[in-house]
């Protein structure tokens, strides 16, 4: 994981960016990107974790699995916690 800044929020296009904490030029991430909180609960000045991903159109890296630095791994966003569960779910049918 690398650290970074939030330098740009747009949040009608509900993307940003991170700068590199070590310099360099800001990336890219979708709001999609964002682990621990919602997109809308990020700051512009805000230190965040990241990881590198090659964009799939090829215009450069991206930062993905974005999360603020004062987010614990693995804390579900709210939407995550009220989600269904995944695992099936067995039914006896009534006796006749």
Do not use: N, W
Request: proline letters at 12%; a negative charge.
């Amino acid at each position: 994981m690398l650290d970074g800044i939030i330098t740009q929020l747009l949040p009608t296009r509900r993307m940003g960016f991170v700068r590199p904490t070590g310099g360099g030029v800001p990336l890219l991430f979708g709001a999609l990107a964002v682990e621990g909180v919602h997109f809308a609960q990020l700051t512009e000045g805000q230190t965040v974790t990241y990881t590198l991903e090659k964009d799939r159109l090829g215009r450069g890296p991206r930062a993905t699995h974005v999360r603020p630095i004062d987010c614990p791994p693995g804390e579900e966003t709210p939407d995550e916690a009220s989600a269904p569960s995944a695992e099936p779910v067995s039914v006896e049918a009534p006796p006749l």
